[in-house]
């Protein structure tokens, strides 16, 4: 990998200059140690390219020579129909939208930090925790991981101070309708990122239990093996252990890998093991092996993605994060049956997890995928108490050096979890038939070349985006 640690960056705009930490964020970018731009700013909406949903952004727009200026989220409504949790998740994903704008000429994105985001986490804290330094798998000693672009992010009302009041706002709302508003407002901006290149090696580590007679199709586990390492000190202690995001998760691979060795016969498909790294910086690990796999990619049939496994409560119910978009969602159901289990919806799907591990690179790739999750769920089916325990775990130890095992935690209470997780890999390794995206499912779509940011896909009537898988 390359890391790019950030020297000095710089961002001016019509004379105005702002100030990197508190009017702008910028990150060090590994393609290029020295950035150094003076370019007029060209406002493209959300940059979303999606002609295959009736959505484009960027048709007819000229980047040639220009910084490409786009809110970071995405719209809410399609061709006046609603977007669900879902479709909003993919559309928001800028990594296919800074490749659309690079394959028009773009040299840099400035992004202006969603609105709705900035409700419920305001701008001021998102940059005082973002990470200066960036970082890309390499390709043949060249970095070849997203994004493509160099970038910087202002928000809404460093916009307006910038163009003038409220414009920000009034653009905002024009693209929340689904409309592209245009801004002819000349700006000319300096965009300067210097960054140190320094090439670090880190692994991805597989292990691969042959199956019988349907050897060749192969189920995948991930679970992610890299953490924070070593950070700003809280109360003294700057080991970012990560216990439970993600060593955890490991030890349950492990122990499921030793638990279907074990079996008398072996599973019908093949099963592979990937503790991948860098999940913390942006699923690269799990990216690179799914670019670069190991074996032919199509033989994977599903992803089972494990990021941490709960030894704070009794679990009674899990969570099948994404199965409920394939056929996946038989075997989460045998499985949770077989272990003793609930299994419940995902109880926070506005924040769609399933974008947000390792499981969601399969996904990219047009495996269908599952991130499980125990549920909070307590013995009287009541879920208050252990919510409220999951909540104070996520404000209190969530990516902080506390995330270290606790005296109130149970080994054994992962048991159920695991079994779970166990039976649910061997439910997909043993069926008759390899698991299937629903139709037309937003994430069964997202491994399409439109989806992908390519620029030359062949064009496709519109979906209708509020379909319910079926
Ligand atoms: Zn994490």
């Given amino acids: ?22 009017d702008v964020a910028i990150r060090g970018y590994p393609r290029d140690g020295n950035i150094d731009i003076d370019q007029p700013l060209v406002f493209v909406g959300y940059g979303i390219h999606r002609p295959d949903l009736g959505y484009d952004d960027l048709e007819g727009v000229q980047l040639h020579g220009a910084i490409a200026v786009i809110f ?26 800074y490749r659309a704008l690079r394959d028009r000429g773009a040299t840099a994105v400035l992004g202006i930090y ?10 001021a804290k998102i940059i005082k925790k973002m990470p200066t330094t960036g970082l890309a798998w390499m390709v043949d000693g060249a970095p070849a991981s997203d994004p493509v672009l160099p970038s910087a992010a202002i928000d809404a009302a460093t916009f307006d101070r ?16 689904g409309e592209h508003p245009r801004f002819d407002q000349p700006l000319k901006a300096s965009l300067r990122i210097t960054s140190t290149l320094r090439d670090i090696t880190a692994r991805n580590v597989v292990a691969m239990l042959p199956g019988g007679d349907l050897h060749d199709e192969i189920v995948a586990y991930s679970a992610h093996h890299d953490h924070l390492g070593i950070g700003a000190p809280v109360n003294g202690d700057h080991i970012y252990n990560g216990a439970l995001d993600n060593a955890i998760g490991v030890a349950a691979m492990l122990e499921i890998a030793r638990g279907l060795k074990a079996l008398s016969h072996p599973p019908r498909r093949s099963v592979l093991f990937i503790a991948v790294t860098g999940e913390e910086k942006g699923l690269l690990g799990s990216e690179y092996f799914v670019e670069h796999p190991t074996l032919p990619i199509e033989r994977i049939v599903a992803n089972i993605n494990i990021d941490g496994v709960h030894p704070s409560y009794q679990v009674f119910d899990v ?6 978009h394939s056929s996946l ?14 299994l419940s919806p995902d109880r926070d799907p506005a924040q769609v997890h399933f974008i947000r591990s390792d499981q969601y690179s399969f996904v990219k790739r047009g495996i269908p995928a599952v991130h499980t999750a125990a549920g909070v769920m307590d013995e009287h089916g009541g879920l208050a108490t252990n919510r409220a325990l999951q909540d104070a775990w996520e404000s209190e130890r969530y990516h902080q050096p506390s995330d270290e095992w606790q005296p109130g935690y149970h080994a ?13 890999g061997l439910a997909v390794a043993d069926a008759d038939t390899r698991p299937t995206w629903n139709a037309r499912d937003v994430f069964g779509d997202v491994a399409k070349p439109a989806a992908r940011g390519d620029s030359r896909q062949p064009v496709s009537p519109p979906v209708d985006a509020s379909a319910k898988p079926r």
Avoid at 76 to 97: E, Q, S, Y
Avoid at 114 to 123: H, L, N, Y
Avoid at 162 to 177: F, I, P, Y
Avoid at 319 to 324: D, K, N, P, S, T
């Fill in 1 to 22: 990998m390359r890391e790019a640690t950030l020297v000095t960056a710089s961002l001016t705009v019509n004379g105005v200059a702002l100030e990197p930490g508190r």
């Fill in 72 to 97: 970071t989220g995405a719209p809410r409504t399609l061709n006046g129909k609603p977007v669900d949790d879902a479709l909003h998740a993919v559309l928001a994903d800028t990594a296919p939208r």
């Fill in 114 to 123: 969603d609105p709705v985001r900035a409700e419920r986490m305001p701008f």
């Fill in 162 to 177: 910038l163009a003038g009041a409220q414009v920000a706002h009034a653009l905002w709302e024009q693209l929340d309708r």
């Fill in 319 to 324: 969570e099948a994060l994404g199965a409920e």
């Fill in 329 to 342: 969602q038989r075997e989460a159901l045998a499985a949770a049956r077989a272990a003793g289990l609930n």
């Fill in 412 to 424: 054994e209470w992962t048991l159920p979890e695991m079994k779970f997780e166990l039976m649910m």
